[in-house]
């Protein structure tokens, strides 16, 4: 059977482990938040409805900071511990793990300097929690929440929203459909206007959460009682509402011992005319009875929502580590091969770019069947070959003595002035791929998960790629240039075979009588647009095979590097490097060494809370 001390036990055990982690609930946390799912009391209660006193009669101590406004400014997690009769009292704070308190005084100035600690000297409010344990043979195991007292105005020293901000926090607590709502509200007052009842009910409309306590009976006017209040008649809920009598102002002035202010809560009701026939399920004995078996029956019910809550937490933890990567070794080997495996990781995402796997790589052929033929239908042909530009440099290349037969240092140089103008188009065509190869490298390095962790080493990566592709690229120039000197240098001799010998037929012996105007001929427009006319036709040849050849040379020299040995220099650099340079281009972000800091942690927490549930389940 399940004891009511392990299921209690064990959530506390699971608070305090999420406190230390920051999960307190309410935060903007990443992953599902344990907290949020743990069940708890929460105390809520406006300022002077005797919420302390209530808290301390349960404990049988003195230890909670009294005083005038907001006495409570963060959330004190408040969890009992019932040890064998006898032994000595002692509490612990979460934040003062290796310290043990049996002064109760020491314990309420530690609760005042450690709110201050967070929230300074001033009268602001904090949600971050502080854990306070007591463990007493006078309690029972038990956990509760005691939050901020609820009010109406802001005093002097508080913000504007202070209001606001102090219902929100409390809301945050008692509007989880996990929070068991212990509302407390002063008896001499119109249970009506209780701001305590007033929030359990937004947040709990049937009831079925809410644990009503009416505190200061013995202030009632004379001839009044609470019976209607008590007995469920003007204020329903679907649990017994329970009467607590405190300490008078009087009895806190003489140090009256809790323990003798229990027993004097039994003789008042016991004695009371009114309340007589409910002594039984009055008191805050009676209370804390109540509200720790009905905790542990609420624990029970939640364990399967819980379990399955954690399951899913470890899940997106361990894929959370996986995608966060293991921390680096330290001796060089190892960090060796740590970035070796991370540049074949980008170098093989890169070349998924270029070989269609991922996008990007067409982009390469786009300049090749876009770009490069729109440069080259764009060249200055019709000027270069007008008639007045053919005469021109035909004339020039003559010089003093004019052509005999046909003018080849004209057709020559008209040649060579043609195809000089593919250098541009072929240049432009290789740094067009190169910004296509950077960009892609730029994305690769995005896009290689494991690479996000270390920034100084996808700097290095990235300057290395760029280097070896600014290599690439000039090699690339450099060819698609030869190959248009090539076509200058060496001209196709069939073409112009081809050509019709017309000076040829002109002075065939037969044809005598035409000679002279054959000759003439030589040097009419018609005879000079023919020269340009056949010039042009052997430049669109040309330019047909440098379609052709210039993207294969910029494949060549510039695509199939980046594929074959795009870090290769940057491999040799990395052998050379001693431990210490290796552990700096390791230098990993400190955001995700923290990350993965607290994954680990919390991933130890859900894993540990995981093992002790099966542990109790078991005993059932």
């Known amino acids: 059977m399940t004891t009511m001390e392990s299921l209690i036990g064990l959530v506390n055990r699971i608070q305090r482990a999420c406190t230390m982690l920051g999960d307190y609930g309410g935060g903007d946390n990443a992953f599902s938040s344990l907290w949020e799912a743990l069940p708890s009391v929460a105390v809520v209660g406006g300022q002077s409805s005797g919420k302390s006193s209530v808290l301390e009669s349960v404990v049988g101590r003195d230890f909670l900071p009294r005083g005038s406004g907001i006495v409570t400014r963060r959330p004190l997690v408040l969890q009992l511990h019932k040890t064998d009769d006898g032994s000595?009292?002692?509490?612990?704070?979460?934040?003062?793990?290796?310290?043990?308190?049996?002064?109760?005084?020491?314990?309420?100035?530690?609760?005042?300097?450690?709110t201050d600690r967070v929230t300074g000297k001033t009268k602001q409010i904090s949600p971050i929690p502080i854990h306070l344990s007591i463990y007493s043979p006078n309690v029972v195991n038990l956990t509760l929440i005691d939050l901020p007292g609820l009010t109406k105005v802001a005093v002097e020293g508080q913000p504007d929203t202070i209001v606001e901000d102090i219902e929100s926090m409390v809301r945050s607590y008692v509007e989880k459909p996990n929070s068991v709502i212990l509302a407390i509200s002063p008896a001499n007052q119109d249970i009506a206007t209780s701001d305590a009842m007033k929030l359990a009910r937004e947040v709990d409309p049937t009831g079925e959460r809410t644990f009503g306590v009416l505190t200061k009976l013995d202030l009632m006017d004379k001839g009044t009682n609470a019976l209607?209040?008590?007995?469920?008649?003007?204020?329903?809920?679907q649990h017994p509402w329970v009467g607590i009598v405190n300490r008078s102002q009087a009895?806190?002035?003489?140090?009256?011992?809790?323990?003798?202010?229990?027993?004097?809560?039994?003789?008042?009701?016991?004695?009371?005319?009114?309340?007589?026939?409910?002594?039984?399920?009055?008191?805050?004995?009676?209370?804390?009875?109540?509200?720790?078996?009905?905790?542990e029956s609420v624990i029970r019910s939640r364990i399967p929502s819980i379990t399955s809550l954690i399951n899913k937490s470890i899940e997106e933890l361990e894929s959370e580590m996986d995608h966060l990567g293991?921390?680096?070794?330290?001796?060089?080997?190892?960090?060796?091969?740590?970035?070796?495996?991370?540049?074949?990781?980008?170098?093989?995402?890169?070349?998924?770019h270029?070989?269609?796997?991922?996008?990007?790589?067409?982009r390469i052929y786009g300049v090749f069947d876009n770009q490069l033929p729109a440069a080259l239908r764009k060249l200055p042909f019709d000027r270069h070959l007008s008639l007045q530009n053919v005469k021109k440099v035909v004339s020039e290349a003559d010089g003093y003595q004019p052509h005999l037969i046909a003018p080849e240092q004209g057709y020559r140089r008209l040649i060579e002035g043609s195809l000089s103008y593919f250098r541009g188009p072929a240049e432009a065509s290789a740094d067009a791929v190169h910004f296509v190869l950077k960009e892609l490298v730029r994305k690769s390095i995005g896009e290689t998960q494991e690479l996000k962790r270390f920034p100084t080493l996808q700097a290095e990566i990235a300057a290395a790629a760029n280097e070896a592709l600014e290599r690439f690229r000039d090699e690339g120039r450099k060819t698609v240039i030869r190959?248009?000197?090539?076509?200058t240098s060496y001209l196709t001799v069939e073409f112009f075979r081809k050509l019709p010998q017309e000076v040829e037929k002109a002075g065939n012996p037969g044809n005598s009588g035409n000679t002279a105007s054959q000759a003439v001929d030589r040097y009419s427009d018609g005879h000079f647009r023919r020269i340009g006319s056949n010039v042009s036709s052997y430049v669109g040849m040309v330019s047909e095979t440098l379609r052709n050849t210039i993207p294969k040379a910029i494949v060549y020299c510039q695509v199939r590097e980046a594929k074959l040995s795009l870090l290769n220099h940057f491999y040799?650099?990395?052998?050379?490097?001693?431990?210490?340079?290796?552990?700096?281009?390791?230098?990993?972000d400190p955001a995700m060494m923290e990350r993965r800091l607290q994954c680990a942690k919390r991933l130890e927490l859900y894993k540990a809370a995981r093992d002790e549930i099966d542990s109790v389940s078991w005993t059932r």
């Open 88 to 114: 000595q009292e002692y509490a612990e704070f979460l934040h003062l793990p290796k310290r043990r308190f049996t002064d109760f005084s020491m314990v309420r100035k530690e609760i005042q300097d450690e």
């Open 572 to 588: 040799t650099q990395i052998g050379r490097k001693e431990a210490k340079q290796l552990g700096q281009l390791l230098d990993e």
């Open 251 to 295: 009895d806190i002035n003489r140090n009256i011992d809790m323990i003798v202010a229990r027993r004097k809560e039994r003789e008042y009701f016991a004695t009371s005319p009114d309340y007589g026939h409910l002594a039984g399920k009055m008191g805050s004995e009676y209370l804390a009875k109540l509200l720790s078996k009905h905790l």
């Open 354 to 362: 270029l070989d269609g796997g991922r996008p990007g790589g067409d």
């Open 326 to 352: 293991r921390p680096i070794a330290v001796d060089a080997g190892a960090q060796l091969y740590t970035i070796l495996e991370l540049c074949r990781a980008f170098d093989r995402i890169f070349k998924e």
């Open 228 to 237: 209607d209040v008590l007995e469920g008649r003007s204020y329903r809920l």
């Open 483 to 487: 190959l248009v000197d090539m076509e």
